[in-house]
C-alpha cells in the first residue's frame, strides 16, 4: 500500500508589470509614449514592467501606477493591483491608493535661476557692505572737524570767562594785518624819536648829568670842580644815543626777543621771519614768556588786555592793533 501523501498546490505570483508590457506591445506602444503619457521617466517605467518595484519610491506609488497604467490601457485595476500584492507579498489594506490618471512630479528649480538668485543676494549684501562704510567714513570726518577748537575760553581779570575765536591762518592773518604792522612800526619809531630828545634834555641838571657820567670817565674827571659841569654835560649824550643805535641795527639784522606778561589767561602765537611757529597755547594770568628769533615776529593775542608786549625791552602799545578783545601785529618788520 501506498502512503497517501497530501498534494501541495503552489501559488502562482504573477507579475503585473509584465501583464501591462504585453498590453502597451499589443497596442504598438513604446516604453517612451507611455512614459510620456503617465509622467513617468523611461526608467521608473521599465522598473516597474520588469517586475523591480524595491527600486521605485515605495509600495503606495507603485500601486498608484500600476493603476495609472491598467486605466490607460483599458485594463480591470484591482485585479493588477491584488496581483501586485500577491508578488510583493504586501497587503493593501488601509492604504487609500487611488487611480491617477496623471502623476504629478515635483516640479524641479531651474540651477540657472538659483544661481541668479544667489548672485542678486551677493550684490545685494555687497551694496550694503559699501553704503555703510561711507556712512562710517563720513561720520569719522564729521568727528575730526568737530574736534577742531574753534573758541578758545579766557578768564579775565575780573574773573569773568570770556569766549574769543580763533583767527584765521598766518598766511591771511599777515596779508590783513599788513597795513596794521606797518603803522606798529611806525608808532614804535616815533615813540623812540621822541625818548631821545627826553633823554637828551635831562643831562641839563648838573647833579644827574655828574651821576650818569660818572662811570664812563676816569678818576681825573671825577675831581673836576662843579662848575665844569654844565659844560661838560652835553657829551655823554652823544655816545649814549650811538650806543643804542648799533644795537637796535643788530637786533633787526640778528635775533630779536620778544617778552610777554600775562595779567589774565590769553591764548597766544608767536611765529618768527620764516614762519616757524614759537608759541602757540593758553597762557594763565601771572605767567611770561620770552621768545627769541629772527624777525619780523607775528603775534596774535586772544584776549589783549590781559598782555603787555616788550620787545628788545622796548614797550609795545598793542592798543592800536586790537580788535574787539584779539590783537594781530608785526614786531621788528
Not at 521599465?46 to 500601486?63: C, Q, W, Y
Not at 557692505?129 to 577742531?148: H, I, M, N, P
Not at 660818572?214 to 662843579?226: D, E, F, L
Request: aromatic residues 4%.
Amino acid at each position: 500500500m501506498k502512503a497517501a501523501h497530501p498534494e501541495v498546490q503552489a501559488v502562482t505570483r504573477v507579475n503585473p508589470g509584465e501583464t501591462l508590457r504585453q498590453a502597451r506591445e499589443s497596442n504598438g506602444w513604446s516604453l517612451a509614449e507611455v512614459a510620456q503619457k503617465l509622467n513617468l521617466t523611461v526608467s521608473s517605467l521599465s522598473n516597474l514592467e520588469a517586475g523591480a518595484f524595491d527600486k521605485l519610491p515605495g509600495h503606495t506609488f507603485a500601486r498608484g501606477y500600476i493603476r495609472a497604467y491598467a486605466k490607460l490601457l483599458g485594463m480591470d485595476q484591482a485585479i493588477l493591483v491584488q496581483e501586485f500584492d500577491q508578488y510583493t507579498g504586501t497587503d493593501s489594506q488601509g492604504s487609500s491608493v487611488h487611480a491617477l490618471g496623471r502623476i504629478e512630479e515635483p516640479v524641479r528649480v531651474s540651477h540657472a535661476i538659483l544661481r541668479i538668485v544667489s548672485l542678486l543676494l551677493l550684490v545685494a549684501v555687497v551694496g550694503v557692505g559699501f553704503v555703510w562704510w561711507q556712512d562710517q567714513s563720513s561720520q569719522r570726518g564729521k568727528e575730526a572737524v568737530s574736534l577742531t577748537p574753534e573758541h578758545v575760553e579766557v578768564e579775565g581779570a575780573d574773573g569773568t570767562t570770556q569766549i574769543h575765536p580763533i583767527d584765521e591762518p598766518e598766511d591771511q592773518a599777515v596779508a590783513e594785518g599788513q597795513s596794521e604792522a606797518d603803522a606798529s612800526t611806525a608808532q614804535v619809531e616815533s615813540q623812540a624819536q621822541s625818548e631821545a630828545p627826553a633823554s637828551a634834555a635831562t643831562p641839563a641838571a648838573p647833579t644827574p648829568v655828574a651821576r650818569s657820567a660818572a662811570p664812563m670817565n676816569t678818576a681825573p674827571v671825577q675831581a673836576t670842580p662843579v662848575a665844569q659841569a654844565p659844560a661838560a654835560a652835553p657829551a655823554p649824550a652823544a655816545p649814549a644815543s650811538a650806543v643804542s643805535a648799533p644795537d637796535t641795527a643788530a637786533s633787526a639784522v640778528g635775533s630779536a626777543q620778544v617778552n610777554i606778561q600775562f595779567s589774565a589767561d590769553c591764548w597766544t602765537q608767536v611765529s618768527d621771519g620764516n614762519g616757524k611757529l614759537l608759541l602757540s597755547a593758553l597762557k594763565r594770568k601771572g605767567e611770561s614768556v620770552d621768545v627769541s628769533g629772527k624777525p619780523p615776529f607775528a603775534v596774535r593775542l586772544g584776549y589783549a588786555r590781559g598782555a603787555q608786549i616788550t620787545y628788545n625791552g622796548q614797550a609795545v602799545d598793542v592798543a592800536p592793533f586790537t580788535t574787539g578783545e584779539t590783537a594781530r601785529l608785526k614786531l621788528g618788520q
